[in-house]
């Protein structure tokens, strides 16, 4: 049992960050994805003895993680708790990185389920598929839900003129695609 | 830069802020503790209900709880009957063993060996000058004299009679994993043990020697049986290599009998298990190894792995997450996610259960050889559930 106790700690350390960070995207608040990864853990921790044994163990924390944060009521009690919470800071800047806070800002205005598609399929680089099967639904509406999403962060984010001329320079420089 | 890109590279360079990861872990260890004491009230809650208290209370000194005897006996009682509720040290299932002649359950626990004796309600505690002194797997001698017992990667005999180490087993050096698995063959000369990392081990008991050390291709066993005959070993686990697996997906488990000399893979079958559900393995009267395991579509495969033909497949209403053979693959216990623990006989061709008293938590439930025990004849089925507690039913009327 020491050595199960100790996989997990390794696997804990190994895994908090990258979960706290999707956290952070898909609530846009770092107290929130705190309580949502702690959660995902404990459960993950639950279920140890076969976890262990997948070959990516992380993988079925960040479904766990998925899956607390889509269930909308799991949701408002995290926010519950957060908010009895009072020494978790919300508004932590990006260490300095502008473009960053633009898009968490953008992001926190789609609807939950667009942000989870984007948060998944752009950023934690999943592949449609996976985002479906992730989210429990059909690959169309990821699709969809995908298209809508970017062409909203496109139409709020707007592209400045040094974006535009330098993403222009590069669709040259590579041809079609 | 499009939307993606940005969106891509904003990510990679998210950092949490600073003291974000400060205490993180004591949380969440707190938070942990938190839902252990949940379970337990819980536990508590619905054997309360279960009309079960006042016997609790009424056999705390003892230690052991026993639902009084159906009066007056009928004729033939269909259902299994809880003979037992022992309490283990420390959550996480508890490797089990019962002695050859059924009266005793070794608990392998977190800091000692629990020896219940089932007749009288006592608790005897085999413990070590090396504390602590915790267990992973224990299995006794076909004599009843011996125990076996690993901690880590060391196998330990202990003495019965005067409850004393008698020696530890020889291992290769180097070796590490836990030995999650442990069975002496019929007459008791030889050992097998199986560790984490699908190597299996095995020993000449007398003269203390190993006889063979063999990789499987299993990335973790789940089960091991000796053939009768003694002379040959099965381990049934999932296959090492593959992919990442969702719910619902198959995954490659493997079945395969190893010659105690360790020299050849004789017979092997690879079947198809649901995520949750671990393969068990036994063999028949004849010889024949046969293994069983939870698939996908809600059902139990039962292959001889003998002949590497698919058996019988059973079909259920819940997706099967775990499941046991007793030692002379007569009866298997399948459980389902929400802790319904029911009996498949072989020979009679019967479901009996749901096992009356155990509510384990919803959907953390899943049974395996590892921390479930039928006694050799059968008749007894102890299951350890992820609280420590253990039940102990009589499988047979």
Sequence with gaps: ?177 | MNVEQRLKEAYTRTSPPELAGAGAYDRFLRRRARSVRTVAAVAVLVLALAGLAPRLLAGQERGVVRPPQPVPPRPVPAAPALVARLNADGPFGRALAFSPDGRTLAVAGRHRISLWNLDRGTRTVLASPEVPFGSDAVAFAPDGRTLAASAGARVVLWDLASRTRRASLPLPTGMVGNLGLLAFSPDGRVLAAANDGGILLIWDVARRAQLAIVPTRISSISDLAFRPNGRIVAVAGHASGGGSYGPGDPVPVDAVTVDVAGRYIRESVRMQAGLESAPAVAFQRDGAAMAAVGDPQQRVAVWNVTRRAPLQTMAGRYPVTGVVLSRDASLLAMASPSGEVTLWDFGRRVLRGPLPGFHPRRAEFSLSPQTAAFTSNGRRLAISDSTGSVFVWATLP
């Design chain 1, 1 to 177: 049992v020491a050595a199960e106790e100790l996989g997990f700690q390794e696997f804990y350390a190994e895994q908090y960050g990258r979960l706290l960070r999707l956290g952070y995207w898909l609530t846009g608040d770092w107290g929130q994805a705190e309580e949502l990864v702690q959660e995902a853990l404990v459960r993950t921790w639950w279920r140890w003895p076969v976890v262990r044994r997948l070959d990516r163990p992380g993988d079925y924390a960040r479904r766990v993680l998925v899956n607390r944060h889509r269930s909308l009521r799991r949701r408002a009690l995290v926010e519950a708790r957060h908010a009895a919470r009072v020494q978790v800071q919300t508004t932590v800047p990006f260490d300095g990185h502008e473009d960053a806070a633009v898009l968490a800002a953008a992001l926190r205005r789609l609807s939950a389920r667009q942000r989870a598609v984007v948060v998944l399929r752009y950023q934690e680089d999943l592949s449609v598929v996976e985002v479906a099967r992730l989210l429990g639904t059909s690959v169309g509406a990821v699709k969809a839900a995908s298209n809508r999403a970017l062409a909203r962060l496109r139409s709020q984010l707007g592209p400045s003129a040094e974006v535009l001329t330098r993403s222009a320079r590069r669709r040259r420089g590579e041809g079609e695609r």
